[in-house]
């Protein structure tokens, strides 16, 4: 986490005295993980969309609400939060290890590219998905959120090191693009 060096250098022994201080306050916070200082939280803005994706079957004017959503880092997320204790998150989250936070970047990115190319692939046209399409568009498009909020989960309580690799980004658009070639030949 944080540089430390022996105790004959004042300016280290402040950084751990605010090493040690964040500490505590994490530590007595049950939504920020003592282990990565990172917080489940930010799960809620992909958990949003698969809300969202489950209504949608039997109400396709809810597209109109999911193109609406857009991508949010882990900053804005918590800025835009009410959360009362967003600060402390934040600050929180600058003092994680950088493999996690790097790590849970990249799992975000991911879903926020499977996230949009499910919009675009939503509508024909400009028109809804038939029911049958949309179905094994939001079936394919929620699984592989799942997958990914799952990995997530992990590095936000357990660290990068817990998920075993690195996020598997052609996986980004083969589901997609299998999701949009059934929907293509449905169409033709």
Not at 23 to 49: C, K
Not at 137 to 149: A, G, P, Q
Not at 180 to 185: K, L, M, N, V
Request: aromatic share 6%.
């Amino acid at each position: 986490m944080a540089l430390r060096a022996n105790n004959s250098n004042e300016a280290y022994c402040k950084i751990d005295q605010c090493f040690d201080e964040l500490h505590s306050r994490v530590n007595a916070n049950r939504s920020i993980s003592a282990t990565t200082y990172l917080a489940t939280d930010y799960l809620n803005h992909f958990n949003e969309v698969i809300m969202l994706l489950d209504i949608i079957i039997d109400m396709p004017d809810m597209l109109d609400e999911l193109a609406d959503w857009q991508p949010k880092s882990y900053i804005n997320h918590f800025k835009e939060s009410s959360l009362s204790d967003q600060d402390l998150i934040i600050e929180a989250y600058y003092a994680a290890d950088a493999v996690d936070r790097d790590m849970l970047t990249a799992i975000s990115l991911e879903m926020d590219q499977i996230i949009k190319n499910s919009i675009i692939a939503s509508t024909h046209e400009g028109e809804p998905l038939d029911e049958i399409s949309l179905t094994m568009l939001v079936s394919t498009t929620t699984e592989k959120l799942h997958e990914r909020i799952n990995l997530a989960s992990g590095v936000i309580n357990n660290g990068a090191a817990s998920v075993g690799k690195k996020p598997d980004t052609s996986l980004v658009h083969t589901s997609i693009n299998d999701t949009q070639a059934t929907a293509d030949i449905l169409f033709d």
